[in-house]
């Protein structure tokens, strides 16, 4: 019998897509742990359909283009802001007050240490790509360094607001390699440098 040939079909490089929603999560997001903003109820939008959705379709389509390092990265950080998601519903009663009593933010805190973990294997897998994409991965280490600490109670103070202008780095960084992708692309030149290592 004769062997038919796999079809491969042609899909865009999703990292624009997947950084744009990385960026307007973590806008969103920082501005309740800077106190600039309060309450999660109006993060939460941003959070499943930015953080979470954006990031799981270009984890999606770079699994057909067979980037590994962009299928775990956007796929796994979509993932995390969906468990982020879900976790502040229960904790707000959302979803009924024997969830929301049962609620216990030292396993959220075990959530950011599982990962930190993963941002800094990422972080050095980045070294692989561009200086913008290991900005953005090192801020988010930096993150969830802040996330871990200030959800055990530890220097409660400083590294919330370490947390909170590491997530701000991290949107700033992800807005320009998002605009850089989308415009050198469009232009079919660097003008927007990533940085080559």
């Known amino acids: 019998m004769e062997k038919k040939e796999a079809v491969k079909y042609s899909v865009v490089d999703p990292t624009s897509l997947g950084l744009f929603g990385l960026a307007m999560v973590t806008l969103v997001a920082s501005t309740n742990k800077l106190g600039w903003t309060q309450g999660l109820s109006l993060v939460l939008p941003w959070a499943i359909f930015l953080g979470a959705f954006a990031q799981l379709a270009a984890a999606y389509a770079d699994s057909k283009r067979e980037n590994l390092f962009g299928f775990t990265v956007f796929g796994g950080f979509g993932l995390f802001w969906l468990g982020v998601a879900l976790s502040w519903l229960i904790k707000m009663g959302?979803?009924?007050?024997?969830?929301?009593?049962?609620?216990?933010?030292?396993?959220?805190?075990?959530?950011?240490?599982?990962?930190?973990?993963f941002s800094i294997y990422v972080t050095i897998a980045s070294l692989k790509t561009n200086k913008v994409i290991f900005l953005i991965v090192l801020f988010v280490t930096f993150l969830f360094i802040g996330l871990s600490f200030s959800t055990f109670d530890?220097?409660?103070g400083f590294f919330s607001a370490f947390a909170g202008y590491s997530e701000l780095a991290v949107s700033i960084l992800s807005f320009y390699g998002a605009a850089a992708l989308l415009i050198n692309a469009q232009f079919k030149k660097t003008i927007l440098p990533m940085g080559k290592f």
């Open 94 to 117: 959302a979803l009924g007050e024997v969830l929301a009593s049962n609620a216990d933010a030292k396993q959220f805190g075990f959530a950011f240490i599982g990962y930190l973990f």
């Open 154 to 156: 530890i220097e409660k």
